[in-house]
């Protein structure tokens, strides 16, 4: 049967989110109309014989580089979603769907998320996997829940109780003082950007507008606060919440965004650290995903565990990109 990509129409909405339903059981949350109506993004649909057989989203973002080539707008493919009943259609579907977002005018095609068994099917069309600017950095408390839940070796866990013994969490303000917020304000946005271009090579805008938006997710708990230096003056942010999965055993405290200089870094990290032991008991463990230039400080503050995170990238993107949890739809799931 011949498979069309046709831009979103909303006809096909609920047919849509009922198909994400079927076809996605693990995150029943991108079945949910709210959060369909608060993602701004460009939709497309596969369908076959007037059916809806897959979908996937474009959300633009620009990123820039901090030695002042010109900035690149990013295109992240997101919610690709298939129906899987039959697979000539679903491979006619993904590939139609991936089509429609290299294409798309003035964007550069990306995507977060990447398992190892797909990373051959983006090389082989004309795609880079970035392996060097992003780490996923963690701290386990309860590690064969954890490791259970990625699928690694439980014999892991006995090392993992040891190195928490060695390694003591940092859960003190010691370099400035912390403001809980609950919006950003537009007369930030140069110092965000002066951070980010002083420690990383490609990196997301970070403007009140962007960061509001995000905060305004449905179904979520934000803890958002500032951080001031010794003098009061503005050197960072941190956004984290609890996350619960809703259809597999994991719990977690999520550093989902932050910007900050190398010591409001270690207090914000700090403070995330005592929230996810002391307010978020029960829960797995604490996780970030930022630039490989900020593994010192996670570290320091208890966050040892470390792996690569891959980032596909067009062709052409040159630099060690820094992605953290509200880049693409990252903070979307769960």
């Given at each position: 049967?011949?498979?069309?990509t046709i831009?979103?129409?909303?006809?096909?909405?609920a047919?849509t989110?009922?198909?994400?339903?079927?076809?996605s059981?693990?995150?029943?949350?991108?079945?949910?109309?709210?959060?369909?109506?608060?993602?701004?993004?460009?939709?497309?649909?596969?369908?076959?014989?007037?059916?809806?057989?897959?979908?996937i989203?474009q959300?633009?973002?620009e990123?820039?580089y901090?030695?002042?080539?010109?900035?690149?707008?990013?295109?992240w493919?997101?919610?690709?979603?298939?129906?899987?009943?039959?697979?000539?259609?679903?491979?006619?579907?993904g590939?139609g769907?991936?089509?429609?977002?290299?294409?798309?005018?003035?964007?550069k095609?990306?995507?977060?998320?990447?398992?190892?068994a797909?990373?051959p099917?983006?090389?082989?069309r004309g795609?880079?996997?970035?392996?060097?600017?992003?780490?996923?950095?963690?701290?386990l408390?309860?590690p064969?829940?954890?490791l259970?839940?990625?699928r690694?070796?439980t014999?892991l866990?006995?090392?993992?109780?040891?190195?928490?013994?060695?390694?003591r969490?940092?859960?003190?303000v010691?370099f400035?003082?912390?403001?809980?917020?609950t919006?950003?304000?537009p007369?930030?946005?140069s110092?965000?950007?002066?951070?980010?271009?002083?420690?990383?090579?490609?990196?997301?805008?970070?403007?009140?507008?962007?960061?509001?938006?995000?905060?305004?997710?449905?179904?979520r708990?934000?803890?958002t606060y500032?951080h001031?230096d010794p003098s009061g003056?503005?050197?960072?942010?941190?956004?984290?919440?609890?996350?619960?999965?809703?259809?597999?055993?994991?719990d977690?405290?999520?550093i989902?965004a932050f910007?900050?200089?190398?010591?409001?870094?270690?207090?914000?990290?700090a403070?995330?650290?005592?929230?996810?032991?002391?307010?978020?008991?029960?829960?797995?463990?604490?996780?970030?995903?930022?630039?490989?230039?900020?593994a010192?400080?996670?570290?320091s503050?208890?966050?040892?565990?470390?792996r690569?995170?891959?980032?596909?990238l067009a062709?052409?993107?040159e630099?060690?990109?820094?992605?953290?949890?509200?880049?693409?739809?990252?903070?979307?799931?769960?």
């Amino acid at each position: 049967m011949e498979v069309v990509t046709i831009p979103f129409d909303p006809k096909y909405l609920a047919e849509t989110l009922a198909m994400m339903r079927k076809w996605s059981p693990d995150h029943p949350e991108l079945g949910e109309r709210s959060l369909y109506d608060w993602q701004r993004c460009t939709r497309y649909l596969a369908l076959a014989g007037g059916t809806v057989v897959g979908h996937i989203a474009q959300i633009e973002h620009e990123f820039r580089y901090a030695d002042g080539r010109p900035p690149v707008k990013l295109g992240w493919g997101v919610t690709l979603v298939l129906d899987m009943s039959d697979d000539d259609t679903r491979k006619a579907a993904g590939r139609g769907l991936l089509k429609a977002c290299e294409d798309a005018l003035g964007l550069k095609y990306a995507a977060v998320g990447v398992v190892p068994a797909i990373e051959p099917a983006y090389r082989r069309r004309g795609h880079q996997v970035n392996r060097g600017g992003s780490n996923y950095y963690a701290r386990l408390f309860r590690p064969g829940r954890a490791l259970a839940y990625w699928r690694k070796p439980t014999a892991l866990g006995p090392l993992i109780r040891l190195a928490n013994a060695m390694l003591r969490p940092q859960t003190r303000v010691r370099f400035g003082t912390l403001e809980p917020i609950t919006r950003f304000l537009p007369e930030w946005d140069s110092i965000w950007d002066d951070l980010m271009e002083q420690q990383y090579e490609l990196f997301g805008t970070r403007g009140a507008e962007f960061l509001n938006y995000k905060l305004a997710q449905p179904n979520r708990k934000y803890f958002t606060y500032l951080h001031r230096d010794p003098s009061g003056a503005i050197d960072g942010y941190i956004v984290y919440r609890r996350a619960n999965h809703l259809a597999r055993d994991m719990d977690l405290v999520k550093i989902c965004a932050f910007v900050g200089s190398r010591s409001a870094k270690l207090d914000m990290f700090a403070e995330a650290m005592r929230f996810a032991i002391s307010d978020a008991r029960g829960t797995y463990g604490i996780v970030g995903l930022s630039s490989v230039a900020d593994a010192p400080e996670f570290r320091s503050t208890g966050m040892y565990v470390v792996r690569p995170y891959p980032v596909v990238l067009a062709a052409g993107i040159e630099g060690r990109i820094r992605v953290d949890f509200f880049d693409s739809d990252l903070d979307n799931l769960w």
